[in-house]
Structures are given as structure tokens and as C-alpha cells.
């Protein structure tokens, strides 16, 4: 089973920007389509953004213009580069595959927006 290891949070003033990283045991990109997740303090996990194994992304609703997904097949590494970030992105960033079935979660990288 792939190993995820996220990384890259912080804390971050309102407007301001951050971008995680999220690095896999072995290539994966070229075979599913991969996520990155969030959970805020007492909320159920949500889905962020996806790309395919084909490059074609997705994002949810509240992060369209701000969040963009990436991957770097040669590192085996995925990206979220988050701009404008707002209160309400402070949460805990996964990553895994877009959709069930999911790998293992991994610990996380904390985000928090705050003035």
C-alpha cells in the first residue's frame, strides 16, 4: 500500500498564501486519481481539489480561483498551492486517493488562517 506524507502548513494571515506537499512511497499519479482532503474542527472531512491521472483537475466550490492542484510525476510528489486563503480554510490537509476506495490516511499538515 502507498505511503502519504503531507507537509508544508502553517500559520497564515488572512490573504496570504502556502503550498503543501504531499509525497508518495511509489508512483501512483500515473494510475489514479488523487486528492487532497481537509478537516476542520468538529466537521466531517471534505474533499478540496482532485486530478486525474490525466491531468484534469477539480475543485470544490469555496476554494475555485484560489486553490490549484498539482503533481510531479519524477518526485512522485502532489501539490496544493493555496492562495487568497481565508478563516475558513483552517483545517487539517490530507492527501489521498479522490474518491473510496481511500488508502491509509496520514497524519496531516495543520493549516490555520488567522489574523
Known amino acids: 500500500q502507498v505511503r502519504l506524507v503531507e507537509s508544508g502548513g502553517g500559520l497564515v494571515q488572512p490573504g496570504g498564501s502556502l503550498r503543501l506537499s504531499c509525497a508518495a512511497s511509489r508512483s501512483i499519479f500515473a494510475i489514479t486519481a488523487m486528492g487532497w482532503h481537509r478537516q476542520a474542527p468538529g466537521k466531517p472531512r471534505e474533499w478540496v481539489a482532485v486530478?486525474?491521472?490525466?491531468?484534469?483537475?477539480n475543485y470544490t466550490d469555496s476554494v475555485k480561483g484560489r486553490f490549484t492542484i498539482s503533481t510531479d510525476r519524477a518526485k512522485n510528489t502532489m501539490y496544493l498551492q493555496m492562495n487568497n486563503l481565508k478563516p475558513e480554510d483552517t483545517a487539517v490537509y490530507y492527501c489521498?486517493?479522490?474518491?473510496?476506495?481511500?488508502?491509509?490516511w496520514g497524519q496531516g499538515t495543520q493549516v490555520t488562517v488567522s489574523s
Open positions: 489521498n486517493t479522490a474518491r473510496e476506495p481511500f488508502t491509509s
Open positions: 486530478i486525474s491521472r490525466f491531468g484534469s483537475t
